[in-house]
């Protein structure tokens, strides 16, 4: 799909979205899956630690 579209995912959350192009077909996800699944984990691990400096943040701010 254009970029632009992916894009609008923005307008469906309130959290972050990350649009990555990937080249292939239709079903590049099972023709490589590797690269597919690095991908995922590369962004939760970077949400993970997004998420986790945030705690941190508020519970300095709330005295905790």
Do not use: S, Y
């Given at each position: 799909?254009?970029?632009?579209?992916?894009?609008?995912?923005?307008?469906?959350?309130?959290?972050?979205?990350?649009?990555?192009?990937?080249?292939?077909?239709?079903?590049?996800?099972?023709?490589?899956?590797?690269?597919?699944?690095?991908?995922?984990?590369?962004?939760?691990?970077?949400?993970?630690?997004?998420?986790?400096?945030f705690r941190a943040a508020?519970?300095?701010?709330?005295?905790?």
């Amino acid at each position: 799909i254009p970029v632009a579209d992916a894009l609008l995912w923005c307008k469906d959350t309130i959290g972050p979205v990350d649009v990555k192009i990937f080249t292939g077909g239709h079903f590049f996800a099972f023709e490589r899956p590797e690269e597919m699944g690095d991908a995922i984990r590369e962004t939760l691990a970077k949400r993970l630690d997004e998420n986790k400096a945030f705690r941190a943040a508020a519970a300095k701010v709330m005295g905790q």
